[in-house]
T-cell receptor
């Protein structure tokens, strides 16, 4: 399944580092999403973009900064993270804004040391 | 706000058996969508089945079917003739029919998941 790709697959960073996660979808979708998956917690929606415009920021700390230059690419810029930010970060896309199933990428496993 | 509850943290059945995973949700919306996603050990989230709340007919997809009880706010997943490859985390998810902000997209609200193990 290569419809939604994410790089890198694994990332270890210190609390003072700056890094970026990349997501690319090859499905011609218009909406893209970032989710955080932590152990023993439900997936948490972080950001939503529709036609490159951010439509939802689910009270995410400012140390996470999303960027969506076009409908096919989505980035998550990370800076001064905390150890509790260690998690699997999943990107997803969907055809339209509401009601369409979301297709997920394989995720980036982030460890903050 | 919506909540999704999966009351079975883990289930284990023998290969070829039928298993049912439960999901309940709470919402004040009258129209919405419900999904089941599967996440195998590879961590790739895969859509299993989709149900539109305004459709009374239960969705089916090969060996997977749902029992959607709107009044009870229940959305269980039945897997028939279970296979070893069905071993995975299964997540129930809810999506509103109308976007929160005008013209915007909404995300999914997930339950905590059920770890399903198919034994040989």
């Amino acid at each position: 399944e290569t419809g939604v790709t994410q790089t890198p697959r694994h990332l270890v960073m210190g609390m003072t580092n700056k890094k970026s996660l990349k997501c690319e979808q090859h499905l011609g979708h218009n909406a893209m999403y970032w989710y955080k998956q932590s152990a023993k917690k439900p997936l948490e929606l972080m950001f939503v973009y529709n036609f490159k415009e951010q439509t939802e920021n689910n009270s995410v700390p400012s140390r996470f900064s999303p960027e969506c230059p076009n409908s096919s690419h989505l980035f998550l810029h990370l800076h001064t993270l905390q150890p509790e930010d260690s998690a699997l970060y999943l990107c997803a896309s969907s055809r339209g804004p509401v009601g369409y199933e979301q297709y997920f990428g394989p995720g980036t496993r982030l460890t903050v040391t | 706000a919506q909540t999704v509850t999966q009351s079975q943290p883990e289930m284990s059945v023998q290969e070829a058996e039928t298993v049912t995973l439960s999901c309940t949700y709470d919402t004040s919306e009258s129209n919405y969508y419900l999904f089941w996603y599967k996440q195998p050990p590879s961590r790739q989230m895969i859509l299993v089945i989709r149900q539109e709340a305004y459709k009374q007919q239960n969705a089916t997809e090969n060996r997977f079917s749902v029992n959607f009880q709107k009044a009870a706010k229940s959305f269980s997943l039945k897997i028939s003739d279970s296979q070893l490859g069905d071993t995975a985390m299964y997540f129930c998810a809810f999506m509103k029919h109308e976007a929160v902000s005008g013209g915007g997209a909404d995300g999914l609200t997930f339950g905590k998941g059920t770890h399903l193990i198919i034994q040989p």
